[in-house]
T-cell receptor, first 113, second 114 residues
Framework: SQQGEEDPQALSIQEGENATMNCSYK?????LQWYRQNSGRGLVHLIL???NEREKHSGRLRVTLDTSKKSSSLLITASRAADTASYFC????WGAGSYQLTFGKGTKLSVIP | KAGVTQTPRYLIKTRGQQVTLSCSPI?????VSWYQQTPGQGLQFLFE???????NKGNFPGRFSGRQFSNSRSEMNVSTLELGDSALYLC?????????????FGPGTRLTVL
């Protein structure tokens, strides 16, 4: 089963608004990563947050991690049409006797100009 | 630095055939991971190779196999293709392996099985 689950599955906002996506996971992790995928640029790494960190910023992105609730959120501020993409959280964990990066099914973000 | 490259970009095969996909990682990266992406199952981890050894493996049948060469280039093979193997296959490279580092993904190979 998927380790990470994003919420909502789809989100539509106006350009300039903020977008918040959430991710929940099931087992203990070392790190949590967020990726973006669109048809033009493929899957691109956005940010990595370690289990001992609570918040991290990168440009217009802000990621929080709450290990007690096993959840993370990604905030994109002042969204642009170019932010239209699917966003995935990925957690590292042991699964089926193997260490792997497990992705959620993603949040599809549409930013309307 | 050049990014991760994958060949071919598109592939059409028929059931029962076998296919080999290729991935060239970023120079200096020793870890190459493979993922299958489908609309129904999302992104699923296939396996990871590090310094020519399979280090981690996802929950896929033995029809899916791979290898890594001394220059870190990797190939993935799928034998006895099934309709359900139609997917986007992505490879990713990183310095030290999954989880600990940013993964750099290639553009993917779109496999269609007829």
């Amino acid at each position: 089963s998927q380790q990470g689950e994003e919420d909502p599955q789809a989100l539509s906002i106006q350009e300039g608004e903020n977008a918040t996506m959430n991710c929940s996971y099931k087992t203990s992790i070392n790190n949590l990563q967020w990726y973006r995928q669109n048809s033009g640029r493929g899957l691109v790494h956005l940010i990595l947050i370690r289990s001992n960190e609570r918040e991290k910023h990168s440009g217009r992105l802000r990621v929080t991690l709450d290990t007690s609730k096993k959840s993370s959120s990604l905030l994109i501020t002042a969204s642009r049409a170019a932010d239209t993409a699917s966003y995935f959280c990925a957690t590292d964990a042991w699964g089926a006797g193997s260490y792997q990066l497990t992705f959620g099914k993603g949040t599809k973000l549409s930013v309307i100009p | 630095k050049a990014g991760v490259t994958q060949t071919p970009r598109y592939l059409i095969k028929t059931r029962g055939q076998q296919v080999t996909l290729s991935c060239s990682p970023i120079s200096g990266h020793r870890s190459v991971s493979w993922y299958q992406q489908t609309p129904g199952q999302g992104l699923q981890f296939l396996f990871e190779y590090f310094s020519e050894t399979q280090r981690n493996k996802g929950n896929f049948p033995g029809r899916f196999s791979g290898r890594q060469f001394s220059n870190s280039r990797s190939e993935m093979n799928v034998s006895t293709l099934e309709l359900g193997d139609s997917a986007l296959y992505l490879c990713a490279s990183s310095l030290n392996g999954v989880g600990d580092n940013e993964q750099f993904f290639g553009p993917g190979t779109r496999l269609t099985v007829l």
